[in-house]
């Protein structure tokens, strides 16, 4: 059953353009988290972040951006969007961050032509 | 940097036969290891929690850690269409951020 729940899950822009992909959780979750997997499936994280702290993969590009109104939900903005950016997206909760195990939502395929 | 590699890349067996998938890993303080499946264009699912060494069952899914060699391998038992899939390991480092690294994953194709 999904509890982790990721809008649009499919999404074909322009070079340039910006990009908003949203993310909530009903798990009760307390740590959200932003990944990336390219094309040969390689999940890397982007983000993880609990309500005391944002946690940045360094090699993240800075056109990437998290956003939270609360615990529940993980935004993720890109401000200007490049070809290298298509990808699948996915979001995922845990309870705690403490290598507790990860809900996945169902991702967000990002397309940039 | 740990460092997680998994074989085979793809994998095809008949249904009923066991399958076997395997994960290495690089950082021998790790302490923690999960097996996630990933249906086509769906998101992860965890199968399996595993944290000593020995096994751990979950229904069809079998675990097997063993820390002094790196390797930590997932058996399904009787696998059937429905699990042709692509299996991901994942392993947290001791004394880290917690965070999973992820292997690049074993496709999984099973035939009736």
């Known amino acids: 059953e999904t509890a982790v729940f990721q809008t649009p899950n499919y999404h074909v822009t322009q070079v340039g353009n910006e990009v908003s992909f949203n993310c909530k959780q009903t798990?009760?979750?307390?740590?959200m988290y932003w990944y990336k997997q390219d094309s040969k499936k390689l999940l890397k994280i982007m983000f993880s972040y609990n309500n005391k702290q944002l946690i940045v993969n360094e090699t993240v590009p800075r056109r990437f951006s998290p956003q939270s109104s609360d615990k529940a939900h993980l935004n993720l903005r890109i401000k200007s969007v490049e070809p290298e950016d298509s990808a699948v997206y996915l979001c995922?909760?845990?309870?705690?961050?403490?290598?507790?195990?990860?809900?996945f939502g169902e991702g967000s395929r990002l397309i940039v032509v | 940097q740990q460092k997680v590699q998994q074989s085979p890349e793809s994998l095809t067996v008949s249904e009923g036969a066991m399958a076997s998938l395997n994960c290495t890993f690089s950082?021998?303080?790790?302490?923690?290891f999960r097996w996630y499946r990933q249906h086509s264009a769906k998101g992860l699912e965890v199968l399996v929690s595993?944290?000593?060494?020995g096994e751990k069952e979950e229904g069809r899914f079998t675990a097997h850690l063993n820390r002094a060699n790196l390797h930590v391998s997932l058996h399904i038992r009787e696998p059937q269409p429905s699990d042709s899939a692509v299996y991901l390991c994942a392993v947290v480092t001791s004394g880290g951020n917690y965070k999973p690294t992820f292997g690049k994953g074993t496709s999984l194709v099973v035939h009736p």
């Open positions: 950082d021998g303080t790790s302490n923690n």
């Open positions: 595993i944290f000593s060494d």
């Open positions: 798990l009760g979750h307390d740590t």
């Open positions: 995922a909760s845990s309870l705690q961050d403490s290598g507790n195990t990860l809900y």
